[in-house]
Nanobody, 125 residues
Framework: QVHLVESGGGLVQAGGSLRLSCAASGRTFSSYAMAWFRQAPGKEREIVASITWGGGSTYYADSVKGRFTISRDNAKNTVYLQMNSLKPEDTAVYYC??????????????????WGQGTQVTVSS
């Protein structure tokens, strides 16, 4: 059973930075793509960024490109999301997710099948 635990969320002023972490267990972490999603109140969950199992390729939604960076440490079974130049519209619950199959990479939302419990990010103006 896959288990994902996010941390690092909080309240930050616009222009500030946060670093989210997601600790994974239950699968061979280094064989799976990982992604970060977010869901704002009244909106659908959307994919924010994704990364291949080895970290060689990444994807970013247009809304965060140039401000967010996804990375992973396979030795620690952890994926990160560095968020800089935060905006009020980045306010959401952020979730990490694991790819549907080993060595399978999909930049669309339907490429992931397990999510953590989420961590709240609130950006004040």
């Amino acid at each position: 059973q896959v288990h994902l635990v996010e941390s690092g969320g909080g309240l930050v002023q616009a222009g500030g930075s946060l670093r989210l972490s997601c600790a994974a267990s239950g699968r061979t972490f280094s064989s799976y793509a990982m992604a970060w999603f977010r869901q704002a109140p009244g909106k659908e969950r959307e994919i924010v960024a994704s990364i291949t199992w080895g970290g060689g390729s990444t994807y970013y939604a247009d809304s965060v490109k140039g401000r967010f960076t996804i990375s992973r440490d396979n030795a620690k079974n952890t994926v990160y999301l560095q968020m800089n130049s935060l905006k009020p519209e980045d306010t959401a619950v952020y979730y990490c997710a694991v790819g549907m199959a080993p060595y399978y990479y999909n930049t669309r939302s339907d490429g992931y099948d397990h999510w953590g419990q989420g961590t709240q990010v609130t950006v004040s103006s």
